[in-house]
């Protein structure tokens, strides 16, 4: 065996004896610290996420006290269940987390009000559930057993809180639902990985699993006794880290972690092969280690024992000159197989691979001449002094010059185009700092940026430059139009005839054009930094300030919104504002708003109403003359048959009794009359609109007309806030127009129902909500869809009679009501016409129960009355009763006798006064003075006209009750004793 063999194996022997007993302290040592590191690691993991789970749980219970604390007392003894939904409502975008929602229940465990609204659950009583027992038991919020929500059938957490009245009495509880998987709560628990299939789990003391990847596996209890005995220690209360086998079999490493204030267990866990398979692949790589150490010890072995000497030497005087000319030439007496051989091509070798490096150094210059000239900016080198060393091709085809034109020259003259004898940028350069300059062609159509860098040796001494010249013409054009569109954006602004402006937050105006000089009088100084108060009144900034709040918090746009403002002159103008966000850097910085002057508008709008009423009123005189006419006979007769029979008084008494009954039918066509020809501003009051569509169709079809009318009314339809003449008109309009759009004659069907108006089946700009839709269809000829748009405009119509304004005051009425109007037609089969009224929220007057027998009383009335058979009647009625009655025909007189009453100490009980006075003092204006000297007045008001505010509100006015006119002696009578029963002083009885 030759000598290098043996000091090859003895080589390799030696150092894998040295390197496996390395690598197997090195195992151990591994072995021991990976140990430590994942059990520190895991613990680390269960122990910061048992702390985040406590810390969400305790803020929540937390949270819910202070919404509990803060719902309105008035709230929870009442019950009112839509204004707790409505704070809870709020609630819920403060507090994110209760996404499942809100609910309160009475202290019985009655839910009364929730949010969102499930009718499901409303006034279901809830006392069975966990979390109710525990709160009322316990006397405080509780975090509940996770069970599956009845509203959404998802996994769910509810934590409560206590409610009390002002007595601090419990009222019930306030629950507050949270998705135990949403990732404001803690699906980001679930989803988080231990190594490559570990993972997070919590189960209470009951073994039923709260949270787990898996979803199947939530709120099941599949985890028996035994099957993971580490869990069981758990669940009786211990914490730690260690190996377990979990219920599927397979060995883990777990760590478990009581959660405070609950029966939860956390548990974190990771395969026990996963978890140490880094040792298994450091024991791999340990003996692969040593298998390659001893194949390089035995390589070095046979290397090291070759000829040392001698040929060492010749080596030594070759090295030199390696890379000069092939070893081979030098050396050939060294060509043997002993040692000396195998050095001798050993540095064959280092020559060849020299002279390998060598070629490739060449070859990596030429490649980076050819990138140098490939790159499509123009390069430049200097040297120090500025003078141009080196260019690419893309600059020599930038400047149009040829290299040997450039090259020499200083960049000067041909980058910076410069007559000064110095590198503009040679002060930056000294400092060592990048700097960029931006250039115009001679030719004015292209631009250039000019960027230059110092160069500098190894020392760091600046010994040159480079400069990189980049075309730049596209972008600077984007520049230049950008410029030249704001400009026009500018123009078309300053020169819009609606009035433009911004402002910040706080609303106070940055910038407005000159259309809002004109229209307020006031200048452009006074406008910019003046907050919109200034410009309103107190009402209208207040319902500003409601609104930029909603806008701000929503993020919605403000559509078509209607206030008045103040110009400087003190002139109020009606104007019409859309406004939205403007938005910088992702953040609301403020508002953009276009404001209209609508003033003339509504004034031609009114003027519409007015105009379309009389045209209306023409189209119905017909036949209310002759339904008129009808009941002036039935009058008629019945007086002549009682004048017949004398000697029968109840015949007389018979006749005059139907003759009363016509005369109310009459009174019913004047009201008709009167109401129809009201306009303006609606007068709302709380009505059901049943009643006003059957008024308006027995006024617009009639008994004569070839047309019928179906009525459809949903179950339960909600009252409306509206004015009941100008809904009575909007029908007649719609009704008449059916009944022209089928002259062979048809049917009409109105239907009536209550819709909910939001997001998803959204009507034009109405705001989310209740409202009651009325549509009106017909078979009619329809129609053409080019048309549809302009039927609601002034004047426009299709028919050869008529003035177009129908529809149009129409839609002005029901915008007026803040409402919403459409049509659907379709030529050949008919018209659908819509409207939506917002549902009233208050309650429905109840009538008062007619009597018919007149009640006796006693007292001193005062009564006044322009017209002298009004008080003649009046006397007479009020003598009839058993009362003492003066009577006088204006309100200053009445005003004279009340007081010469008072100081003779025989004062009124009470006085009736006609409303209106022509040309005179009236009974509101006289009743406005005694109130003021007699706040105690008891008085009535009369008058014919019923849509007067007084009639529908007359305690606003100082009345304590109004009559409308004719009345007969029963309701007078029963009206007087209902205002003065209780005043002593009057014995009242049924006469």
């Keep these: 065996m030759r000598l290098r063999t043996k000091t090859s194996l003895l080589m390799a022997v030696i150092a894998a004896i040295c390197v496996g007993t390395i690598s197997l302290f090195f195992i151990r040592f591994l072995e021991s610290s990976l140990r430590k590191?994942?059990?520190?690691?895991?613990?680390?993991?269960?122990?910061?996420?048992?702390?985040?789970?406590?810390m969400l749980l305790n803020d929540s219970l937390n949270d819910a006290k202070a919404i509990a604390f803060n719902l309105p007392a008035d709230v929870i003894e009442k019950r009112k269940p839509d204004e707790a939904e409505k704070f809870m409502k709020s609630m819920v975008e403060l507090y994110p987390r209760f996404e499942n929602g809100m609910f309160l229940l009475d202290k019985n465990g009655k839910l009364w009000s929730d949010y969102p609204y499930y009718s499901e659950t409303r006034g279901k009583s809830f006392a069975f559930r966990e979390y109710f027992k525990r709160t009322m038991e316990e006397g405080k919020g509780i975090i509940g057993t996770p069970y599956i929500s009845a509203r959404t059938g998802q996994p769910v957490i509810t934590v409560t809180a206590l409610i009390r009245d002002r007595n601090n009495k419990v009222a019930g509880l306030l629950g507050c639902s949270m998705r135990l998987l949403s990732p404001q709560l803690f699906g980001g628990i679930r989803q988080e990985k231990i190594g490559e299939s570990g993972y997070i789990y919590i189960a209470d003391k009951s073994r039923m699993i709260i949270l787990h990847p898996d979803d199947k596996r939530i709120l099941k209890k599949d985890i028996p006794a035994g099957a993971n005995k580490l869990l069981d220690a758990g669940i009786d209360g211990f914490e730690g880290v260690g190996e377990t086998v979990n219920s599927r079999g397979i060995p883990m490493l777990l760590s478990l972690r009581q959660i405070p204030n609950t029966n939860w267990v956390l548990g974190a866990?990771?395969?026990?092969?996963?978890?140490?398979?880094?040792?298994?692949?450091?024991l791999k790589r340990s003996v692969f280690s040593v298998l390659c150490v001893a194949m390089l010890a035995g390589l070095i072995g046979i290397i090291a024992i070759r000829r040392i000497t001698y040929p060492v030497l010749k080596l030594r005087e070759v090295t030199l000159k390696l890379g000069e000319t092939p070893l081979d030439d030098k050396l050939e007496e060294l060509k043997s197989d002993d040692e000396i051989g195998d050095l001798y091509r050993t540095y064959h070798e280092i020559s060849l691979n020299l002279n390998k490096t060598v070629s490739i150094l060449r070859t990596a210059r030429r490649e980076w001449e050819l990138t140098f000239d490939s790159v499509p900016d123009a390069i430049f080198i200097t040297d120090k002094e500025g003078k141009i060393g080196r260019l690419n091709f893309a600059a020599s085809k930038l400047f149009k010059m040829k290299f040997t034109e450039m090259i020499g020259r200083p960049c000067y003259e041909v980058i910076h185009r410069n007559d000064i004898p110095l590198c503009p940028h040679k002060e930056f350069l000294d400092r060592g700092k990048t700097t960029r300059e931006e250039i115009e062609a001679p030719d004015g159509n292209s631009f250039f940026e000019i960027i230059t860098t110092p160069l500098t040796d190894e020392t760091g001494n600046i010994v040159g430059s480079v400069h990189i010249v980049v075309d730049i013409t596209v972008r600077k054009t984007a520049e230049m139009a950008l410029k030249e569109s704001e400009q026009k954006y500018r123009e078309i602004v300053e020169n819009s005839m609606d009035m433009i402006f911004t402002c910040d937050l706080e609303g106070n105006c940055t910038s407005c054009n000159r259309a809002i000089e004109e229209i307020t009088g006031y200048t452009r100084d006074e406008i910019i930094g003046a907050n919109y108060k200034t410009f309103f009144d107190k009402e209208n900034t207040r319902k500003i300030t409601e609104i930029r709040n909603k806008l701000?918090?929503?993020g919605i746009q403000l559509k078509e919104s209607t206030f008045e403002i103040i110009t400087k002159d003190k002139r109020k103008l009606t104007i019409k504002v859309n406004a939205s966000h403007i938005i910088k850097d992702g953040k609301k910085t403020g508002f953009l708003g276009i404001m209209r002057d609508v003033t003339e508008q509504q004034k031609l709008e009114s003027h519409m109403i007015r105009t379309e009423k009389l045209e209306a009123i023409g189209t119905l005189a017909g036949g209310i003359a002759h339904d008129f006419n009808n009941i002036l006979t039935a009058i008629m007769g019945y007086l002549n048959l009682a004048k017949l029979f004398p000697e029968d008084p109840e015949t007389i008494q018979n006749y005059i009794s139907k003759a009363e009954t016509a005369v109310l039918g009459a009174t019913g066509l004047t009201r008709q009359l009167l109401t129809f020809s009201r306009g303006g501003e609606p007068f709302r009051e709380t009505i059901y609109i049943q009643p006003v569509i059957d008024e308006a169709a027995s006024m617009a079809l009639g008994k004569s007309s070839s047309s019928t009318c179906e009525m459809h009314y949903g179950e339960n339809i909600k009252p409306v806030d509206a004015d009941r003449g100008q809904i009575l008109q909007v029908m007649t309009n719609l009704l008449i127009n059916a009944r022209q759009a089928m002259p062979g004659g048809g049917t009409i069907v109105v239907a009536v129902k209550n819709v909910f108006v939001d997001g998803r089946n959204g009507r034009g700009s109405l705001p989310e909500g209740e409202y009651v839709s009325v549509s009106v269809g017909d078979e009619g000829v329809g129609i053409p869809q080019n048309n549809l748009q302009k039927i609601f405009d002034p004047f426009y119509t299709t028919k050869k009679e008529g003035s177009g304004l129908g529809l149009a005051t129409s839609h002005s009425i029901i915008a007026r009501h803040g409402g919403y109007i459409e049509v659907e037609s379709l030529v050949g089969e008919g018209s659908v016409f819509t409207f939506y009224l917002p549902a009233a929220k208050g309650a429905l007057r109840k009538s008062e129960v007619k009597k018919e027998k007149i009640i006796i009383g006693t007292g001193r009335i005062l009564l006044m009355d322009d017209e002298a058979d009004i008080r003649d009647l009046g006397l007479t009625i009020l003598k009839?009763?058993?009362?003492?009655?003066?009577?006088?025909e204006d309100g200053e007189k009445a005003i004279d006798l009340y007081v010469e009453a008072r100081a003779a100490g025989r004062p009124y009980k009470a006085v009736i006064f006609d409303l209106t006075i022509p040309g005179g003092f009236g009974g509101m204006d006289a009743m406005k003075v005694?109130?003021?000297?007699?706040?105690?007045?008891?008085?009535?008001?009369?008058?014919?006209?019923?849509?007067?505010?007084?009639?529908?509100?007359?305690?606003?006015?100082?009345?304590?009750?109004?009559?409308?006119?004719?009345?007969?002696?029963?309701s007078l009578t029963h009206v007087l004793n209902s205002i003065t029963v209780n005043d002593g002083g009057m014995l009242n009885r049924e006469g």
């Design 37 to 54: 590191t994942i059990y520190s690691n895991i613990e680390t993991i269960s122990g910061s996420t048992a702390e985040s789970v406590t």
């Design 930 to 970: 005694l109130k003021e000297m007699d706040p105690g007045i008891k008085g009535i008001v009369i008058s014919g006209y019923s849509q007067d505010p007084v009639m529908s509100n007359p305690e606003k006015y100082g009345f304590s009750a109004a009559l409308q006119k004719p009345f007969n002696i029963t």
């Design 269 to 282: 866990q990771q395969p026990k092969y996963e978890a140490f398979a880094p040792m298994r692949e450091a």
């Design 880 to 888: 009839k009763a058993g009362y003492e009655v003066d009577a006088v």
């Design 552 to 554: 701000y918090e929503l």
